[in-house]
C-alpha cells in the first residue's frame, strides 16, 4: 500500500540513525520540507485547479486534446511547485534572506527538462557501463537538454525582481501574514 508520509518519515528515520545531527543541516530540511509539503498541499491545489477546468474525455491528438494535456501539464507543474513552496518558504526566508518570485514560472520552464535530463543521465552512464559508444549516443540526445538549462537557468536568475529580499520589516511581516491566512484558510475549513 502506498504511503507518502510513512515512506518520507521512514527515509528521515534512516538518515538520522546513521547521523542524528543532518536534522541541523538546511539541505535535508528544505529537501523533507519540499516533499511534505508535495506530498500534503498538491493533490488540493490540483483538484481545486480542475475543479475551474474540467477536462473532458477526447479523441486523441486534436486540438482541444492538446489544449487539455497543456493544462494538464501546467496545473501539475504548478500545484507540485506551490506545494513545496508551502512549506519551505519559511525556511528559506529564516536561512537565505529571501524569497523567489519567479520560481513559479521558473519550474514551468525548467521542471520538465530537469526531469528528463536526470533520467537520460542515468540511461546514459548505464549504457555508458555496457558500451562507451552507445554511452556517447545516449549522450547526444540529452545534450541539448542541458544546453537549454545552461541557458535559462542563468536568464531566470537575471529577471528584475526575481527574488524579494527579507531584510524589509515589512516583507517578513507580510510573510508572516500570508501564513497566518494560510492557516486560517485550513482551520476555518
Not at 506530498?39 to 483538484?47: L, M, N, T, Y
Not at 506545494?83 to 518558504?89: E, I, L, P
Request: some cysteine; overall charge positive.
Amino acid at each position: 500500500e502506498r504511503d507518502g508520509p510513512t515512506a518520507l518519515g521512514f527515509a528521515l528515520l534512516l538518515i538520522l540513525l546513521q547521523n542524528p545531527y543532518a536534522a541541523a543541516h538546511v539541505g535535508l530540511q528544505l529537501s523533507f520540507l519540499s516533499v511534505a509539503g508535495i506530498f500534503f498541499c498538491s493533490d488540493a491545489i490540483q483538484s481545486c485547479a480542475f475543479s475551474i477546468y474540467k477536462p473532458k474525455k477526447r479523441r486523441r491528438f486534436t486540438p482541444m486534446w492538446l489544449l487539455d494535456r497543456a493544462v494538464f501539464f501546467v496545473v501539475s507543474t504548478l500545484s507540485a511547485t506551490v506545494g513545496a513552496m508551502v512549506f519551505t518558504t519559511p525556511l528559506v526566508a529564516l536561512y537565505f534572506g529571501s524569497v523567489s518570485v519567479v520560481s513559479l514560472l521558473a519550474n514551468l520552464l525548467t521542471l520538465w527538462a530537469v526531469g528528463l535530463v536526470f533520467t537520460g543521465g542515468l540511461v546514459t552512464g548505464v549504457l555508458t557501463a555496457v558500451s562507451p559508444a552507445l554511452g556517447d549516443g545516449a549522450a547526444a540526445v540529452i545534450t541539448p537538454l542541458v544546453r537549454y538549462l545552461n541557458r535559462a537557468v542563468p536568464r531566470l536568475s537575471n529577471v528584475p525582481f526575481a527574488a524579494l529580499s527579507m531584510d524589509s520589516v515589512y516583507y517578513r511581516v507580510w510573510l508572516v501574514l500570508v501564513y497566518a491566512v494560510l492557516l486560517a484558510g485550513v482551520l476555518i475549513r
